[in-house]
């Protein structure tokens, strides 16, 4: 593609009205001219290019042809979703995607009226699509309802649910698959295109109708021989045979980058007014357009800025480790030495660190696809076999597989280790990725140990603990980002399951810190400290179960007791003050604080903003003691 930029259509464009009486050869330039912006847009501000890049001409063909947003467009995920926002009045807002008070990087209902509904993870929009083709029906109403899901999100049970759901219903609803890795279709041409625009024509459905109306009228076994023989001659031709069973009307598949294939079908889907479900089978290529997202679709699914003409991206200057590459590191220690140490990721093998270990024990490796909750019961049943397996999953992916993680592996007190990665606030992807219900959905349950690295050393000793822990499940939850540059150990050590430590000694004000606040703690300390108030820090390290001893020594040996987590009110600060008051350690003169991210939905920004934003750093914490004190000193009152 041309790195030069000149889009003439493109700005002609303020909404998807403006392209519907665009010639077929206008939209083919139009096309190139939104990959142009979307390639410069990314490349300034990071974001998800590949996806994108694959849905340029599946985008434009939709806005073209249906009446947006009239017609509802549903985009599963959200992660391909730029060219979207750019057709639909967002464009001269784009650089400001993924910034603090920017547009979202995925779909929001509240950002636009073209956005019927949010996403963020994935395989909800066929179950939303169908939702909102009842309530159409309800209504009266004939508008389309069109969700696009691509062949990850289709590994999700959620997807075949919807699906099945659908296939049982009669209303008119329209799916289509963006297929860009799985290949469960034949070569992609000009005959497959053919046999698509006639499948989805209106006289050809009409005729399949008839026929099928005919076959009634004769013998049972004659009429259904008829109509197994067009419905699997169909099949054996488009691969439509599974759709076909679930109850979908199949199309497909058509060159999704070919908009003379595309568009006659989705006109003939527009005109076709008959009843149930259809699925479009649309092949493309993640980065399609643009020679090193083609090259390398992984690494340039979620993209730091680049440059323009080449693609190289910015690197991390941080000399210290991430998280996630610690806890890789850690577990491939322990597996070295522990035959029984396996690792299961859900799609996400490079996000959590698992790619690393698989390279070094690809036979205890094992990526179930976006599927948490088989995910975790998958896990169960390797440990009922004496196995350790390690589930490395992001906290807000992990809520996914929480009924399982409670019927498959709490209650029968398995040993599975759950490495819960992109803990606490996440950065530009904001809300949906945002790790901060995990301490209290994870506290609540029995019998599990939960614990949190305050640094990157610390994570390497709890993750040789869950390895060591046998009779029972458990949890190490830790940030996303980079660690704060302490030593590391070769190996971790084995902790002492419910004892957190002293890191600084005071006497007037102590904060009990769990888990990626510590720095800021430290620094709180060190400034109260200046203003004669001699602080102790503390280390909880473990969530569950709590160290009450080092509790009681705190409550009853300090005028003001602060607790600070990077996670929901509900999680580790509530179980403290819950043994506090059965202790009866809240019966005397201590003053006690609970610092938390506030009970709203943090939006995507810069995570040191966000943390701001959100009242838990050093300011902060300062803020919460003073007044907790009566301090006369002018402080910023906690917007919780």
């Keep these: 593609m041309s790195d030069s930029h000149n889009t003439p259509l493109l700005d002609k464009v303020l909404k998807p009205a403006d392209i519907r009486d665009f010639s077929a050869k206008q939209l083919v330039q139009l096309a190139e001219e939104l990959r142009q912006e979307t390639v410069r847009v990314v ?71 073209y956005d019927p509904f949010g996403a963020g993870h994935s395989s909800t929009s066929i179950s939303a699509a169908l939702g909102m083709s009842v309530a159409r029906d309800l209504m009266g109403k004939d508008n389309n309802v069109i969700a696009v899901i691509g062949d990850g999100s289709m590994s999700a049970g959620m997807a075949y649910e919807a699906m099945n759901n659908s296939g049982s219903m009669d209303s008119r609803l329209i799916v289509i698959l963006n297929d860009n890795d799985m290949s469960i279709a034949p070569p992609v041409g000009a005959m497959s295109a053919y046999l698509s625009r006639l499948i989805s024509s209106k006289s050809y459905r009409s005729i399949r109708h008839f026929a099928k109306e005919m076959s009634k009228k004769f013998p049972r076994p004659i009429g259904e021989a008829a109509r197994r023989a067009e419905e699997y001659a169909r099949g054996m031709v488009t ?34 007014k008959g009843t149930g479900p259809v699925l479009l089978h649309v092949v493309t290529q993640k980065g399609h357009g643009y020679g090193p997202a083609e090259l390398s679709p992984d690494k340039y699914h979620g993209v730091s800025k680049f440059d323009l003409v080449t693609g190289e991206m910015e690197t991390n200057t941080s000399n210290t480790p991430s998280y996630t590459k610690v806890f890789a590191k850690a577990l491939i220690a322990e597996a070295l030495v522990d035959e029984k140490i396996t690792a299961i990721t859900a799609a996400m093998p490079s996000g959590t660190g698992i790619d690393d270990f698989g390279k070094s024990f690809p036979e205890r490796t094992f990526d179930v696809g976006i599927a948490e909750q088989h995910a975790v019961t998958f896990a169960a049943g390797i440990a009922t076999e004496g196995y350790k397996p390690f589930v490395a999953i992001y906290s807000t992916f992990l809520q996914r597989g929480y009924d399982q993680l409670i019927h498959d592996v709490v209650l029968q007190n398995l040993p599975v280790r759950f490495a819960i990665d992109r803990a606490g606030l996440v950065g530009a992807d904001g809300a949906t990725h945002a790790g901060a219900y995990d301490l209290a959905y994870l506290c609540c349950l ?67 810190s769990l888990g990626g606040r510590m720095q800021e703690s430290l620094k709180a300390a060190d400034e109260l400290a200046v203003m004669g108030y001699s602080t102790t820090v503390a280390d909880a390290r473990f969530a569950k179960p709590l160290d009450e001893n080092l509790i009681r020594r705190l409550a009853t040996s300090h005028d003001l007791l602060i607790t600070i987590e990077e996670g929901s009110p509900g999680g580790f600060g509530a179980h403290v003050i819950s043994f506090m008051s059965g202790a009866g350690l809240l019966d005397g003169n201590l003053k006690m604080r609970v610092m938390t991210l506030p009970d709203k939905l943090m939006p995507h920004g810069a995570p040191d903003k966000q943390y701001e934003d959100a009242r838990l750093n050093a300011p902060a914490i300062i803020d919460v003691a003073l007044m907790a004190l009566g301090s006369e000193r002018k402080v910023a009152r906690a917007q919780h």
């Design 43 to 113: 490349s300034i501000t990071g974001g998800h290019l590949g996806a994108s890049l694959g849905v340029i001409e599946l985008a434009v063909a939709l806005h073209h042809v249906f009446d947006t947003p009239t017609d509802r467009l549903i985009w599963d995920v959200g992660h391909q979703c730029y060219p979207h926002k750019i057709l639909t009045g967002r464009r001269g807002k784009m650089l400001s995607l993924r910034q603090g008070g920017g547009l979202s990087g995925f779909t929001k209902r509240s950002e636009s009226e």
């Design 239 to 272: 691969g439509g045979t599974l759709f076909e069973e679930l109850g979908f009307f199949y199309v497909g598949p058509v060159d999704g980058h070919n908009l003379e294939h595309l568009l006659p079908v989705l006109k003939n889907l527009r005109e076709e």
């Design 446 to 512: 029995p019998n599990i140990v939960v614990m949190a690295p305050s640094d990157e050393a610390e994570l390497m000793h709890m993750t040789a603990t869950a390895a060591a822990i046998d009779d029972g499940p458990s949890a190490v939850r830790y940030p996303r980002g980079n660690g704060t540059g302490v030593e590391m150990p070769e190996k971790g050590e084995i902790l002492k399951i419910g004892k957190g430590r002293i890191i600084r000694k005071g006497s007037s004000i102590a904060i009990l």
